[in-house]
């Protein structure tokens, strides 16, 4: 599946951003879906996760508490609400997919095999 992601910008330190990802010409209704994050020089990160049927969503040490996932299963589309931004959030923004993601595997981006292309997010201070 070809995952397209947007919603990044430039926003001030506290304010808020939401990403959006959906398929192109298709549907995820059965996948895991994860927000992953890359700064430069930095490996990417897990941000956030949801199963098939929102019933489970997972987060990120660093983002817990300020940002959620969810996802709209009639608009095809998952959602990142990132409230609180802090410099320290700034990079580029993933989204990614597969259907068989286990619980135990899900912060690992290696076992994605479907990627948007990246949207940036700039937190200034």
């Known amino acids: 599946v070809q995952l397209q992601a947007s919603g990044g910008g430039v926003v001030q330190a506290g304010g808020s951003l939401r990403l959006s990802c959906s398929p192109s010409?298709?549907?995820?209704?059965?996948?895991?879906m994860g927000w992953f994050r890359q700064a430069p020089g930095k490996e990417r990160e897990f941000v956030a996760g949801?199963?098939?049927?929102?019933?489970?969503?997972y987060y990120g040490d660093s983002v817990k508490g300020r940002f959620t996932i969810s996802r709209d299963t009639a608009k095809n589309t998952v959602y990142l609400q990132m409230n609180s931004l802090k410099p320290e959030d700034t990079a580029v923004y993933y989204c990614?997919?597969?259907?068989?993601?286990?619980?135990?595997?899900?912060?690992?981006?290696?076992?994605?095999?479907?990627w948007g292309q990246g949207t940036q997010v700039t937190v200034s201070s």
């Open positions: 010409g298709s549907t995820f209704s059965r996948y895991f």
């Open positions: 990614a997919g597969d259907r068989n993601i286990i619980v135990s595997s899900y912060r690992d981006f290696r076992q994605y095999t479907d």
């Open positions: 949801i199963n098939w049927n929102s019933r489970h969503a």
